[in-house]
């Protein structure tokens, strides 16, 4: 497995990595074999993928249980992310943003114990609280890298102020954020600030939900739990509408001998040496299949000729409805 490093802290995680929230929400019924899904993490593990996504939000918390048991047995091999930034109440139900100090340290002593750990190699902030300011949140993550429970402080959907300003007060060695064909707008601000920082970009979603997978039609029915039900750009007109860049990848990947998400994950993986993209599945043969991008060469002609084509399809729908959207950080 190709080897990525995010930040200036030298943190080395697999050039894949692997997102493990789906196993938990969000992409319908919940798998009800906890056992396949910890076998699942267990071959990623010998399949060379070393860098593994969780967070307190996914169940909520349950991700972390399921994640910490899986990896205990390989834990000094691999690196496991997870996050903070949500406020619950009693009850485990989600009540909005708190990065308060003292919010953050409850939530981090909580993650180690779910993940049967004695420290987090990459604590993120989930999404950014404007009531408090960064700099108390990048200090507190500080003193957490200090005391040996945290080794690497990242961001999440933050903005460039934000990461401008976290930056400064302790090393942000990766920014979480969506990108991928599907979604391009981290290029034009982001990115640059980034290379600039010397901070690695850890993409979610880098197969558009699934659409870059070329799995997903007009007709396609979303279940109960899937959060695409009320995404826009999953509407079945955007969906028709965004099946040019669908017709794209085919294109590209039918003269690679590739799938349209290998094609989709090598765009990805080619366009800084300091990405490293976190697609999430619940099967091995979707896994081996992404891992399978790895061997995939874009040339610079190819690249060109994606990117040429790319630019001219308008991609339709807004990525989030409003209420999520409000919790974007620009």
Partial sequence: MDKRILGSGGLEVSALGFGCMGMSQSFGPNPGDRGQMMGLLRQAVDLGVTFFDTAEVYGPFVNEELVGEALAPVRDQVVIATKFGFAFDAEGGQTGL??????????????????????????????????VPIEEVAGTVGELVAAGKVRHFGLSEAGVGTIQRAHAVHPVAALQSEYSLFWREPEDEIIPVLDKLG??????????????????????????????????RFTADARAANQALIDLLGRIAGGKGATSAQVALAWLLAQRPWIAPIPGTRRLERLEENLGALQVELTPGDLAAIDEAATGITVVGDRYPEHMQRMIDR
């Fill in 199 to 232: 901070i690695g970009l850890v993409p979610f979603s880098p197969l558009g939900r699934g659409f870059l997978t070329g799995r997903i039609d007009q007709g396609t029915e979303f279940g109960d739990g899937d959060v695409r039900a009320i995404l826009p």
């Fill in 98 to 131: 708190s990065s308060r100090p003292e919010h953050i340290r409850q939530a981090v002593d909580g993650s180690l114990r779910r993940l049967g750990t004695d420290w987090i190699d990459l604590l993120y902030q989930h999404r950014v609280d404007p009531q």
